[in-house]
C-alpha cells in the first residue's frame, strides 16, 4: 500500500536533512516538502481517440495495431484512463484557449482557429454567414491557467505549439499569457516542416521568414534532430533548471506533432514496413511523441520527482481523416465516424490519462464524460490555487480530482457538455458543417446550422459511431435537449451564423417550416 502524499513527502524531508546524505539531496530533489507537486500537461495535437496502442473500444481503428506507445501504456497502468474524454471543440484554438480559461469556447468568444491578427480564417459558405468572434485569441490581461499558477509560485514553461494569440498580437508570445518560458511557442498552429535539416522552415535559408516556420531551436537546426525530439530535450533541461532552483513547475508540453505535415522520424520509419507511406510516417510521428513522454518520464524519475508530478496526456481535438491520409477518407478513427473539424464522435473524442503515484490508483478507469475545460479547475485544484473571484464565477469545468478517490461518485457525474463551432472548417466531409451540441448521458443532440437548421439525436452507449438518427422516435427527448442546449448558448451569448440576413434560430426555436 503507499503512503499519503503528504507522508511521503516528510520522509523524504527526513531523508534528506540527516547529515550523511546532503550530498544526496544536492544530486535529487531538493523540492521543498509542503511545496505544491509539479505539473507535467502533455497535450499532442490532433491525436485521435485511437490513434494510440491504448486500446478504448473492443473495435480498433485501422492502423491501432501498429502503433507503439510504451510509455502511454505505462501511464495507463499507472494511472487513470478516462473512456468518454472530450476536447472542448473539434479544432485547434478553442479547445487550447478553454484549458487555459476554464471557459467553454462560446464563453471566450475563440470559436475557430487563430492565426493573423484581425483576420478571420474561416468565412461564409454557400450562404451561411459565420459570426464574428475573438480572431485574435488570448490576449494579455486574459485571466489564464499559466498565469495564476506563475503568480502561485510556479515556474510556467511552455514547450512546443501554442496557438493561442494572433500572429502580429502580443498573445503570440506564451510569456505574455502567464508562461515564464517559451521553447518554439508563437501563434502558428502547425511547423513548416519536422526536420532538423530543414531548419524547421518552409526555406531553410530563410528560416523564421514564413510564419509557420518554427521560432527558437536554432542549436538544432542542421542536425537530424526531429521536432518532436528537440522540444522533449529542452524541456527536460527546463525542469533540470526549475528543479534546480528549487521550484515546483508547471510544463505545458504541446508537440507540433501529430499536425500535419504528415513529415515521418526516418529513426522510425523501419517500424513501419506494412505500412503505406503516409501511414508509415504517420506512425513514427506518434511514436515519437511517445518517447518524447519518455524522455520526461525518465527526467523526472533521475531527479526523483515523478511521485510529486501530476501528469495529464491528451489531445486538443480528434484524429485527422478528412485529407492528407491514406484513403478512405473519414474512417481513421473507427468505430467512431469522422474526424478532426466534425461534430461527430471523429471530431471532438480524445484521450486522456491521468498519472500521479501515491494519489491516483494504477489501473483505474472512469466512463464519466468529461472535457478538456475542466483541466483549469482541476490543476487549480492541484496546485491548491484559486483564479480572481469574477474569473472563476464564469468557470465551466469540473475539478476532477475527487474521481481519483476510487469509488467517489462526483454529484456532477449527470451533467451535460456542449460544443459550438458556428464556422466551416476548410474540408468536407461528415459532421463538418458549422453546429452546436449537446451530451447528456447517452444521448447526443447535434444541432446542425446550415445548410438549414436540423437537429440529429444518437445513443451513443447503442450507437457509437453515429449512424441512426432517432430524432423522429424520440421527439420529446428531442425537445428536452434542444431547450437544454439553447440555455447554454444564451448564457455564454454563443454567437450564431446567419442566412438571408436572418440570425440561425436557437434550437428551441425551430418550426416545422425552419427544419428540413
Ligand atoms: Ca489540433
Request: hydrophobic share 35%; aromatic share 8%; net charge negative.
Amino acid at each position: 500500500m503507499r503512503l499519503p502524499l503528504s507522508i511521503q513527502c516528510c520522509l523524504l524531508w527526513l531523508f534528506f536533512t540527516s547529515p550523511g546524505v546532503l550530498h544526496a539531496q544536492d544530486q535529487t530533489s531538493k523540492q521543498v516538502p509542503g511545496t505544491p507537486p509539479n505539473i507535467v500537461f502533455f497535450i499532442v495535437d490532433d491525436l485521435g481517440w485511437q490513434d494510440t496502442a491504448l486500446s478504448l473500444h473492443q473495435e480498433s481503428a485501422p492502423f491501432q495495431q501498429h502503433y507503439r506507445t510504451p510509455n502511454l501504456q505505462r501511464l495507463a497502468r499507472e494511472g487513470l484512463v478516462f473512456s468518454n474524454a472530450y476536447a472542448s471543440s473539434p479544432v485547434c484554438t478553442p479547445t487550447r484557449t478553454s484549458i487555459m480559461t476554464g471557459r467553454s469556447p462560446q464563453a471566450n468568444g475563440i470559436t475557430y482557429w487563430i492565426l493573423h491578427k484581425d483576420r478571420d480564417t474561416g468565412g461564409p459558405r454557400d450562404g451561411t454567414v459565420t459570426p464574428r468572434w475573438n480572431v485574435n485569441g488570448l490576449q494579455p490581461g486574459d485571466v489564464t491557467l499559466p498565469g495564476i499558477l506563475q503568480k502561485g509560485g510556479y515556474r510556467t514553461i511552455h514547450a512546443g505549439k501554442a496557438h493561442l494569440g494572433a500572429h502580429g498580437s502580443d498573445g503570440a508570445d506564451p510569456k505574455n499569457l502567464g508562461f515564464e518560458v517559451n521553447i518554439a511557442g508563437h501563434a502558428a498552429g502547425a511547423p513548416s516542416d519536422f526536420r532538423g535539416r530543414r531548419n524547421y522552415s518552409r526555406d531553410p535559408e530563410n528560416p523564421g521568414a514564413k510564419v509557420w516556420d518554427v521560432p527558437g531551436l536554432e542549436k538544432y537546426h542542421g542536425t537530424d534532430t526531429y521536432l518532436t525530439e528537440a522540444l522533449a530535450l529542452e524541456a527536460a533541461t527546463a525542469i533540470h533548471q526549475a528543479h534546480q532552483d528549487g521550484k515546483s513547475f508547471f510544463l505545458h508540453f504541446s508537440p507540433y506533432a501529430v499536425h500535419t505535415p504528415i513529415i515521418a522520424n526516418q529513426r522510425h520509419l523501419e517500424n513501419y514496413p506494412d505500412l503505406s507511406k503516409v501511414e508509415a510516417a504517420y506512425a513514427t510521428m506518434i511514436e515519437s511523441v511517445d518517447e518524447a513522454l519518455g524522455v520526461l518520464l525518465k527526467t523526472l524519475e533521475k531527479l526523483e520527482i515523478l511521485d510529486e508530478t501530476f501528469i495529464v496526456f491528451t489531445s486538443d481535438n480528434g484524429g485527422l481523416s478528412a485529407h492528407t491520409r491514406e484513403k478512405p477518407h473519414h474512417r481513421h478513427n473507427h468505430p467512431l465516424s469522422s474526424g478532426k473539424g466534425s461534430a461527430l464522435e471523429g471530431g471532438t473524442r480524445i484521450p486522456l490519462v491521468m498519472h500521479w503515484p501515491g494519489v491516483i490508483e494504477g489501473g483505474a478507469r472512469s466512463s464519466l464524460p468529461v472535457i478538456s475545460h475542466d483541466h483549469f479547475p482541476t490543476l487549480l485544484s492541484i496546485a491548491g490555487l484559486v483564479g480572481p473571484a469574477d474569473h472563476m464565477e464564469q468557470v465551466e469545468g469540473q475539478d476532477l480530482t475527487p474521481l481519483f478517490e476510487s469509488g467517489t461518485d462526483p454529484e456532477w457525474q449527470e451533467r451535460a457538455l456542449y460544443w459550438h463551432m458556428p464556422h466551416f472548417w476548410g474540408p468536407r466531409g461528415p459532421g463538418i458543417q458549422p453546429f452546436s451540441s449537446i451530451r447528456r448521458g447517452d444521448w447526443k443532440m447535434i444541432y446542425y446550422h446550415h445548410p438549414k437548421p436540423k437537429r440529429v439525436l444518437y445513443n451513443l452507449a447503442e450507437d457509437i459511431g453515429e449512424k441512426r438518427d432517432l430524432a423522429a422516435e424520440k421527439k420529446k427527448l428531442l425537445e428536452l435537449l434542444s431547450k437544454d442546449l439553447a440555455d447554454h448558448l444564451r448564457k455564454t451569448a454563443a454567437a450564431m451564423p446567419s442566412r438571408d440576413g436572418q440570425t440561425i434560430p436557437m434550437p428551441d426555436q425551430l418550426s416545422g417550416s425552419t427544419e428540413n
